[in-house]
């Protein structure tokens, strides 16, 4: 059996019961998403983790604009980032303390990250820009994300979230508030967890959505909705350097030009190069009117 549902992700219902879910598996999308990094293969696996956690949240919360998880901290690994946007897209930075590519062998998420804090920030395309901090409590992405829904006031949610540095797999719980139309089945939650925990990261990463859900729960009536795609996609563009060359201000920006002759932005993101002359200087700062008595 071989995947099929690459970069893809499924929302799913039981039809008998209150709960909902997500299942996804990425593989061209982490690849390059970190093609352009130098990471080692525990970096581009917690990378992975951190992809399917924001596609898995986005989709669930029905979210318009741009959703972002950060861990940052003191560690080998000061910081990591993922972010997923409404169209789908993925982007994502793993950051290390030293120039040199540090040995993550064998560590797990608070070990790499240190002592820090695990950031989600919503930032809808209208509206206020939310966001919530938990400590990093747990060994994995998804034990803390666990901690972060049991604490906050929502629906009870779990998730489940694998990879090995190539593909990404994950799956989302989410119990909804009882309906009445639906056969009331009190230990459907405990029992749907209990199953989803023995997802394994081969299934996950390697087998299509319908054939794990089958095999996770086939007590249960699993409705699948259509697939919808993700892919990696940068933000940045020359408009947006160029407003960070604005934000350095007007005497910075000269300073750096005369240093280097020409300034490069370079994005961690994507790798994309944006340089920018004198002329772009001149244009972007420009000199103020003479004045005439
Ligand atoms: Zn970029």
């Excluded at 060994?139 to 998730?159: D, G, V, W």
Aim: charged share 25%.
């Amino acid at each position: 059996m071989s995947a099929s549902n690459l970069d893809q992700i499924h929302r799913f219902v039981f039809d008998d019961c209150d709960i909902r879910g997500e299942i996804v598996t990425l593989d061209a999308t982490l690849q390059d998403a970190t093609a352009h990094q130098h990471l080692p293969v525990e970096a581009r696996a917690l990378l992975g983790e951190f992809f399917t956690a924001v596609s898995l949240m986005i989709e669930v919360l029905k979210f318009s604009g741009t959703l972002t998880l950060q861990a940052r901290g003191a560690g080998r690994v000061p910081l990591i980032m993922a972010e997923a946007t409404d169209a789908r897209t993925l982007r994502g930075i793993v950051k290390f303390a030293d120039d040199e590519i540090p040995d993550l062998h064998g560590l797990n998420l608070p070990q790499m990250i240190g002592e820090g804090v695990l950031t989600l920030t919503l930032d809808p395309a209208q509206g206020q820009r939310y966001q919530g901090v938990v400590a990093l409590e747990g060994n994995t992405l998804a034990e803390c994300l666990t901690a972060y829904f049991a604490r906050s006031e929502q629906l009870p949610t779990r998730l489940w979230l694998h990879s090995d540095g190539q593909r990404a797999g994950g799956l989302l719980l989410q119990a909804l508030p009882p309906s009445a139309e639906r056969t009331a089945r009190p230990d459907a939650w405990e029992t749907a967890e209990h199953l989803a925990e023995t997802v394994t990261a081969d299934e996950l990463c390697q087998l299509d959505h319908a054939t794990v859900l089958v095999r996770l729960f086939n007590e249960f009536e699993v409705r699948l909705f259509p697939p919808q795609e993700l892919s990696f996609k940068c933000q940045c563009s020359r408009e947006r350097s160029l407003r960070a060359l604005t934000a350095l201000g007007r005497s910075d920006a000269y300073a750096l030009l005369n240093e280097r002759d020409i300034i490069d932005i370079n994005c961690e993101f994507c790798g994309a190069e944006y340089r920018f002359g004198q002329p772009d200087l001149d244009e972007l700062f420009p000199a103020e009117n003479p004045r005439l008595h």
